[in-house]
């Protein structure tokens, strides 16, 4: 037979089409054509596949090969389909079975020695592949954890094009599969722990309730007085990822080129002051490509350094704060990420960071400190619901070892199913993610409790938006103690938590 | 003429069996080895009332691809030129021309011959 086909993912954000690759080999002078869209690393793949080939014993005829990728609109881009092609003119040469070869959907690059290389965004493509009705996947080896993870899919992992030839009913010999070196994640108990946080016992506090309630937090406090060893310890109280979830998340990961197996710890990333408002968004030339808010998907994203963002990548942070998704726009479409992330920032108190520090001489002229903060705009800190400071650890408490992250991990999990029933009959699964004319028009607890913070709004002291953080905040405090519905001691403590309002 | 040389040798062996082979399935060499000012045209046949131009590619042993290979779109257009030319000279118009490709490949005493009709 000299016509066959086979199938191929062409991806586009986390979305995707199914490809057909068509073989045809005619009599005629031998060429290799490839048509159907491809950008110029696919067109490359002619290339590879005819020495890849060659090199495994199953050298393609000397007649015109002509691969056709259809539908011919979609753009189709990288090496992922070097597989796909290779198995398709194979079958159309005879060497391979054109039925078997027609029933799986191939993913991976070809060395020329024919090897199968890993690629990126299998995960993405297999979820997508699925949700079009496509169950059947060959993969490279390299992406087995990938495939392993996702649920009711048939697949074959192989790490060389003889294996997969010879999957399909090719006589050729089999090269050996490399030894697997199955990548055992580090286990959570590895991860840092706030037993290493020494005399911060206050914050630490705070960090629970942010873990619980899934509120952003802001951290203002002098250099060395253990912001970012706080933060980096978030994920460790954080409840595991659901298979859900840690899917979602690792799916991005794949995208961007992130291989290993999927992990349950929450994901924590800590971009540099000096990033780019694409780069923390999402960006790419012509092909959208998720940014590290993505890959902080269910996890935490962690600025240090705050106000020394640049001020269009702080406020672009805005939008996917609000809806937990980011579209991004470029020449080739829009792409839809997912993007919900708990935002954890420090900054210090001043350019110099010792505005605060009762030991040191504060340096910065006033205007100086009062831009410093500014940098953090209105609605960017309204979207925040803890903000407080971080003081230098006195010398009493600087043996004082902060609690084990397992055991808060416990108590966030123990005060996330109190809120749960609560949640139940919303659409939101946090605290922090009710809108606050919901908050106060259903979830209203008694006068005598509201009285403090209705006393606030009447003097002044706390504007409408401070009034719905402090309720928010509350519930997951009354969370943490067991009790449905806040106390007058809750509000009290969530009004200590809101922190003054900056600038 | 020079002494030829191996390769001489072997490309007139191949061109030699090209024109049994397409005698034996029915075609009539007309010319062989035609040359003119753009090049050389190896075998020129008629089948039936179709005139068929033959570039004959001779190899020993398929180590550096398939003798077919070696055709590459400048010598096809070439092969072209070189049709128009002939038919000016003979004085052959309004006929239906045909540009083939006969591989030989010479391995070990075995011989492997492949007729490529219509190469465009």
Redesign the interface.
């Known amino acids: 037979m000299a016509l066959a086909k086979t199938k191929a993912m062409a991806l586009f954000g986390l979305g995707g089409t199914l490809i057909d690759v068509e073989a045809d080999i005619s ?4 060429n290799f054509i490839l048509v159907g869209l491809p950008d110029a690393s696919l067109s490359e793949a002619t290339a590879r596949v005819r020495a890849a080939c060659a090199n495994s014993g199953l050298a393609l005829p ?1 007649r015109r090969i002509t691969v056709n990728l259809s539908p011919a609109s979609v753009p189709k881009r990288g090496s992922s389909f070097d597989l796909a092609i290779s198995m398709a003119v194979l079958a159309a040469s005879g060497a391979v079975g054109v039925e078997s070869v027609e029933e799986w959907l191939h993913i991976g690059e070809l060395a020329l020695d024919g090897t199968l290389r890993g690629v990126h965004g299998v995960l993405p493509s297999l979820l997508a592949a699925k949700e079009l009705g496509w169950l059947k996947f060959i993969v490279p080896a390299d992406n087995l954890a990938e495939a392993a993870a996702v649920q009711g899919i048939t697949f074959q992992a192989f790490d060389h094009l003889t294996q997969v030839a010879a999957f399909h009913g090719s006589t050729v010999e089999r090269v050996s599969p490399r030894e697997q070196e199955m990548l055992v994640k580090e286990a959570v108990g590895s991860s840092p722990c706030y037993s290493d946080v020494f005399g911060q016992s206050e914050v630490i506090d705070a960090m629970v309730v942010a873990a619980t309630g899934g509120h952003h937090i802001l951290m203002l406090g002098s250099p060395g007085s253990g912001k970012t060893m706080i933060a980096e310890r978030l994920p460790s109280i954080l409840p595991e990822l659901t298979p859900t979830q840690a899917i979602e998340t690792a799916a991005v990961e794949s995208l961007s080129g992130i291989h290993g197996s999927i992990s349950s710890l929450p994901p924590f990333r800590a971009p540099h002051h000096n990033s780019s408002a694409s780069s923390l968004i999402g960006g790419g030339l012509s092909i959208p490509r998720p940014g590290l808010i993505s890959l902080a998907h269910n996890g935490v994203l962690f600025l240090d350094e705050a106000p020394e963002f640049q001020q269009p990548a702080l406020e672009a942070l805005r939008q996917p704060l609000e809806s937990g998704e980011v579209f991004i726009s470029r020449a080739a479409g829009v792409a839809r990420f997912p993007a919900r992330f708990q935002l954890v920032m420090a900054a210090n108190p001043c350019p110099c960071g010792f505005a605060w520090d009762p030991a040191k001489n504060c340096r910065c002229v006033e205007p100086a400190k009062s831009r410093y903060l500014h940098r953090l705009s209105g609605p960017l800190l309204d979207r925040i619901d803890i903000s407080l400071k971080v003081n230098n650890v006195p010398k009493a408490l600087q043996k004082e070892r902060g609690p084990k992250s397992s055991d808060l991990r416990e108590r966030v999990i123990a005060a996330r199913q109190v809120g749960s029933s609560r949640l139940a009959k919303t659409p939101w699964q946090l605290n922090a993610q009710v809108p606050g004319a919901y908050l106060r028009r259903h979830w209203r607890p008694g006068a005598a409790v509201l009285a403090s913070l209705d006393g606030a709004l009447e003097r002044g002291t706390i504007s409408m938006r401070g009034y719905d953080r402090c309720l928010r905040l509350a519930y997951t405090l009354a969370d943490l103690d067991g009790s449905e519905v806040p106390r007058a001691s809750h509000i009290a403590r969530a009004m200590f938590l809101r922190g003054a309002e900056l600038g | 003429m020079t002494k030829p040389t191996r390769r001489h040798v072997l490309g007139i062996y191949g061109e030699r069996l090209a024109a049994d082979y397409l005698i034996s399935i029915g075609y009539e060499v007309i010319e062989r080895n035609w040359r003119c000012s753009f090049g050389e045209i190896d075998l020129i046949a008629r089948d039936k009332d179709r005139w068929v131009f033959v570039e004959v590619k001779t190899r020993n042993a398929a180590g550096f ?2 003798p ?2 070696a ?1 590459t779109e400048e010598k ?1 257009a070439r092969l072209r030129k070189l049709v128009g030319e002939w038919c000016r000279l003979r004085q052959v118009a309004g006929v239906q021309v045909r540009i083939d ?1 006969v ?1 030989v490949l010479v391995n070990q005493g075995h011989v492997k011959l ?1 007729h ?5």
């Open positions: 009599s005629n002078l031998p000397g | 691809g398939e077919l290979e055709i096809l490709a591989s492949e490529l009709k219509q190469i465009f």
